[in-house]
Nanobody
Framework: QVQLVESGGELVQTGGSLRLSCAAS?????????MGWFRRAPGKEREFVAA???????YYEDRVKGRFTIWRDNAKNTVYLQMNSLKPEDTAVYYC????????????????WGQGTQVTVSS
């Protein structure tokens, strides 16, 4: 089993910043696994946001490039998402995910999921 716990979501004004974190645990987790973030906006399907490999290769959805940064601390089994220049369209529940492989992060998938953390950007 792999357990994921996200934190950091809150209400913020347009142009503001937030930092999300996600801590992984469980006997099945390996720090060689890819990690990343998805989000689900109101009335929309869940979409990919960003992913990172064990070796710190990163991949971003086009709409967040230049604004969001993903990184990980393997010693703490934790992945982070720094979100800058936030827009109302970024409002969503953000989900941390782990892929039980070290494959190409351009094809990142979620094998394990957190419960989500709400990010609301006011206009």
């Amino acid at each position: 089993q792999v357990q994921l716990v996200e934190s950091g979501g809150e209400l913020v004004q347009t142009g503001g910043s937030l930092r999300l974190s996600c801590a992984a645990s469980g006997r099945s987790f390996r720090n060689s696994y890819n990690m990343g973030w998805f989000r689900r906006a109101p009335g929309k399907e869940r979409e990919f946001v960003a992913a990172i490999s064990w070796a710190d290769s990163t991949y971003y959805e086009d709409r967040v490039k230049g604004r969001f940064t993903i990184w990980r601390d393997n010693a703490k089994n934790t992945v982070y998402l720094q979100m800058n220049s936030l827009k109302p369209e970024d409002t969503a529940v953000y989900y941390c995910a782990v892929e039980a492989s070290s494959g190409n992060i351009r094809f990142f998938r979620g094998d394990y999921w957190g419960q989500g953390t709400q990010v609301t950007v006011s206009s």
